[in-house]
């Protein structure tokens, strides 16, 4: 793996940590943690209940559904951030995501993103719900491009 320096120099560079201080960054680092996932291995499953945002560093990962494993609802590449809806909304995962090749991924898990200051926890969520916000408003335009 990386050495960690290089690892949260490229986690500061994602969009979504665009508008986060260096403090801010630094309780981020210090509160989450870098994980080495093989090909084929499941990042997320389906239907778990863990509250897991994660930050895809580098590789590259599939979206599935179980009822078609095979099939690819969307590739995802280093910067990508996923696992928001169980986050933010506290539902079960909706999806499967899988490494397509070796990847490392940032996590930040629910019982280290309670130790966060009040104001990082809020714009943390703030940027989680940004995201999902334009994936429905993309959602939408693929579907309204289709009628």
Known sequence: ???F????????????FVEFTIQEMEHVYHNGFFKVVQPGEFIIREG???????VLVSG??????QNDPEGRLATLHPGDIFGEIAFVARQVRTTNVIALVKSIVFQLEEKHFSLLPP???????HQAVRLLMNRLEA?????GGQA
Do not use: C, S
Not at 60 to 65: A, R
């Open 1 to 3: 793996m990386e050495p």
């Open 5 to 16: 320096a290089t690892l949260k120099n490229r986690l500061a560079g994602i969009p979504f």
């Open 48 to 54: 778990g209940v863990d509250r897991t945002l994660f």
């Open 60 to 65: 590259e990962v599939k979206v599935t559904k």
């Open 119 to 125: 104001e990082l926890k809020v714009k943390i969520q």
């Open 139 to 143: 959602l939408k335009q693929t579907i």
